[in-house]
């Protein structure tokens, strides 16, 4: 096994970027999560999840110009749904987002905030297994994941068989801990990713395992990992599992 894709997401709920090399850190890849959107009446961190309401952020897309320091707005560099870029320290990029949802929102440099764990990875076999009719590149990018393994030889839900392993790769160490259960974010648009409203009905009918404290079976794809060891990883790095 080997690694395919590398992905971060600097913003919480937009686009991110792919990346050749990842610097894993304690809580996660070095600049992912590191900013996010929040409400500006409420002070809550906004997350598509809430669909209706910060779905459209998903149609944005974020990157860093330089890994010096992942939290200087100067370099977080903006695409927005109609292709305009902008900087995080533009003095329109709070209005300019608002814009986006309709809603008064500003951009913030915040603790991490993942909603499960800092690491997530995908099989390619597992996404193959789904039979989306997708391309690989349209089908991976909708589960959103920082970690693409390539299994060759090795088809179908391979993540199942990681839970409660040691994954190494480079020079880190992760420790899968529960599969990743899907919601409605499988459903929507992603900058190229198209919505597909019946995906999360086809995830529970191909692949359901218990995922949660209460052992029920959820719609699952990849799997959810903390960091054993914060390391240097790349794509095309060996993927062992023990």
Known sequence: MRIDQLWRYPVKSFGGERVRTATIEPDGLLGDHVW?????????????????????????????????????????????????????????????????VHRDVRLEARPRTY??????????????????GESAEIAVRRFRPQIVVDTPGSPGFVEDEWIGGHIAAGSAVL??????????????????????????????AVHQVPS??????????????????????????DVLVR
Do not use: W
């Open 36 to 100: 996010a959107v929040l409400d500006a009446d409420s002070g809550n961190v906004a997350s598509a999840k809430r669909f209706r309401r910060y779905g459209d952020l998903l149609s944005c897309s974020a990157r860093l110009l330089d890994d010096n320091d992942p939290r200087d707005p100067a370099a977080l560099e903006l695409v927005l749904p109609d292709g305009t870029v902008i900087r995080g320290d533009d003095a329109d990029v709070h209005g300019m987002l608002s814009q986006v």
């Open 115 to 132: 909603d499960e764990a800092p690491v997530h990875l995908v099989s390619v076999s597992a996404v193959d297994a789904l039979g989306t």
């Open 175 to 204: 420790g899968p801990d529960k599969p990743t259960a899907r919601c409605v974010m499988v459903t929507l648009t992603h900058q190229e990713v198209p919505a597909r409203r019946e995906m999360l009905r086809g995830i529970t």
């Open 212 to 237: 949660g404290s209460d052992g029920k079976p959820a719609p699952c794809i990849g799997v959810y990992a903390t960091v054993l060891t914060p390391g240097c990883i790349s794509v095309g790095d």
